[in-house]
């Protein structure tokens, strides 16, 4: 199975701060990651897919980037909405479709 | 727009068992792949199984291997998962997904999952 591992697992964060949340698969997943936003007691939403590929609805201050095993979600200038727990996933190599452990943006 | 509704959870002891439904509206149910996600409390997301859009592949965690089962109505647009012989780890909110993309496009299955559904919480315990 392909492992997920997002760095930081959590932060600290001002509005209008630049975020940068990193995802590393255990082996090649080329472009085929997903990242999703949670906020609590509330269902996944999904940002972005294909790495880069915003989701209909979804802010451009979101963006993703990165490909073979090295992923990068991208918030531009920090929002009070925003604050959330954001996961990585791959679909790639699948079953298991695996996600990252998650990365939580607080309030600084 | 589309929806998705779970139901049936609830406490069950150890052992025992459920059947989580989700009812789907809103899109064409018979195009797409279904999934299952957990979430333990305080964890992070743990897909549990997954359905084709025409039943011919199921799959599931090995953490559930042997006790729970997927399946689907597409005459009912409904989505399940029967969950035998429970433990306490398997305590989570259980959520419904839709695979993004259709059967039949080139990233069917590739393209995560787009809509959930609100939650259904699971406790096992005595």
């Known amino acids: 199975d392909i492992q997920m591992t997002q760095s930081p697992s959590s932060l600290s964060a001002s509005v209008g701060d630049r975020v940068t949340i990193t995802c590393r698969a255990s082996?090649?997943?080329?472009?085929?990651l997903n990242w999703y936003q949670q906020k609590p007691g509330k269902a996944p939403r999904l940002l972005i897919y294909?790495?880069?590929i915003l989701q209909s609805g979804v802010p451009s201050r979101f963006s993703g980037s990165g490909s073979g095993t090295d992923f990068t979600l991208t918030i531009t200038s920090l929002q009070p909405e925003d604050f959330a727990t954001y996961y990585c996933q791959q679909s790639y190599n699948t079953p298991p479709w695996t996600f990252g452990q998650g990365t939580k943006v607080e309030i600084e | 727009q589309v929806q998705l509704v779970e139901s049936g959870g609830g406490v069950v002891q150890p052992g025992g068992s459920l059947r989580l439904s989700c009812a789907a509206s809103?899109?064409?149910?018979?195009?797409?792949?279904m999934h299952w996600v957990r979430q333990a409390p305080g964890k992070g997301l743990e897909w549990v199984a997954f359905i084709r859009h025409d039943e011919s592949s199921k799959y599931d965690a090995d953490s559930v291997k042997g006790r729970f089962t997927i399946s689907r109505d597409n005459s009912k647009n409904t989505l399940y998962l029967q969950m035998n012989s429970l433990r306490a780890e398997d305590t989570a909110v259980y959520y419904c997904a839709k695979d993004r993309d259709p059967f039949g496009s080139a990233t069917y299955l590739k393209n995560g999952f787009d809509y959930w559904g609100q939650g259904t919480l699971v406790t096992v315990s005595s």
């Open positions: 082996q090649t997943i080329v472009r085929y």
């Open positions: 809103g899109f064409t149910f018979v195009d797409y792949g």
């Open positions: 294909h790495s880069t």
